[in-house]
């Protein structure tokens, strides 16, 4: 699957997507994240990328021009999705997640300052997402979130295939969060691990599991 990320500040992804399983993903090519830097595609000298908005007020709108430059450079198919970071967008889920991982090319263009030009959003914008009722400084932390939701999910990223089956939010376990987890030793303390999980009979493990959904 492959990312491409519309971004005035590449460099805060170099970090997050140099670790754990994103990279993991990325050295097997399970994955490709391109990193764009609109100020690239400006047509300005100066490689400025924002204005005032038109009718005043305040802080600083994100120009349509680089945008519009960007995604018709980057984007593979009439039908690859844009997708717009704004706190102003639908919840993002793990249903959404399970969604857009059948996707071959996500483009995901991160807001900043007062938001971007409205004609961008009209033409350009397939979906608009938000993490969560809050606001942040930029777009650039949702779509850090929404790269790695997204590429667990996808065939063998994750060691075991049934790991993001039996994860808070899946299908499986209709929304609930996950059942306890322990690990060696077995006695922490004189806090010992629940005898069931000891006794090797899958079926009662299960249902304790079930049952104890937290």
Not at 117 to 136: A, F, K, P
Request: aromatic residues 8%; hydrophobic residues 35%; neutral net charge.
């Amino acid at each position: 699957m492959r990312f491409d990320l519309l971004t005035v500040f590449p460099e805060m992804f170099i970090s997050p997507f140099g670790t754990s399983i994103i990279r993991q993903a990325l050295l097997k090519k399970q994955i490709e994240i391109f990193l764009h830097d609109l100020r690239v595609f400006s047509e300005d000298p100066h490689g400025k990328v924002d204005d005032t908005p038109y009718g005043g007020g305040a802080g600083m709108v994100l120009t349509p021009q680089p945008i519009f430059s960007a995604i018709k450079k980057i984007r593979g198919h009439a039908k690859t999705p844009v997708i717009y970071l704004t706190a102003q967008g639908e919840r993002f889920t793990q249903k959404k997640a399970v969604s857009l991982a059948k996707q071959k090319q996500l483009i995901l263009l991160c807001g900043h300052y007062e938001g971007i030009d409205q004609r961008v959003r009209d033409n350009l914008i397939d979906e608009e997402i938000s993490i969560g009722d809050y606001v942040l400084t930029g777009g650039e932390l949702p779509a850090m979130v929404l790269v790695d939701a997204i590429t667990r999910l996808l065939p063998s990223v994750l060691h075991n295939k049934n790991s993001a089956e039996e994860e808070s939010f899946s299908e499986k376990f209709n929304g609930k969060k996950e059942y306890p987890h322990y690990t060696k030793p077995e006695n922490f303390l004189g806090f010992k691990v629940p005898k069931v999980l000891l006794s090797g009979n899958h079926e009662e493990i299960q249902k304790w599991r079930e049952k104890n959904l937290q």
